[in-house]
């Protein structure tokens, strides 16, 4: 069994940055898809970045292409999302998840099938 636990959320004014982490452990010895989702108040939920940790492909939502970039450290159990020049509608509530994956797989679109609680990003203008 996977456990994702989010931290890293925050407040901040439009043009600052965040970094989100994304503590994994059961996930040892697996190659796995990995992503971020968010999801704002009356929208549904959208995927953000996805990378597969065994071959670093990365995919992003055009909506943060050139602002985010997603890693992981190498170990593998902790993913990141660095969100630079931040904007009031990047707020919402981001999530962390994982499913298990071949590393020719891609990971975008795809059904995850373990998730994280969210961590609450507010940007104000």
């Known amino acids: 069994q996977v456990r994702l636990v989010e931290s890293g959320g925050g407040s901040v004014q439009a043009g600052g940055s965040l970094r989100l982490s994304c503590a994994a452990s059961?996930?040892?010895?697996?190659?796995?898809?990995m992503a971020w989702f968010r999801q704002a108040p009356e929208k549904k939920r959208e995927v953000v970045a996805t990378?597969?940790?065994?071959?670093?492909?990365?995919y992003y939502a055009d909506s943060v292409k050139g602002r985010f970039t997603i890693s992981q450290d190498s170990f593998g159990t902790t993913l990141y999302l660095q969100m630079n020049s931040l904007k009031p509608e990047d707020t919402a509530l981001y999530y962390c998840?994982?499913?298990?994956?071949?590393?020719?797989?891609?990971?975008?679109?795809?059904?995850?099938?373990?998730w994280g609680q969210g961590t609450q990003v507010t940007v104000s203008s």
């Open positions: 998840a994982a499913d298990g994956a071949s590393r020719f797989q891609g990971c975008a679109p795809r059904e995850y099938t373990y």
């Open positions: 059961g996930n040892s010895g697996r190659n796995y898809c």
């Open positions: 990378l597969n940790s065994g071959s670093g492909a990365t």
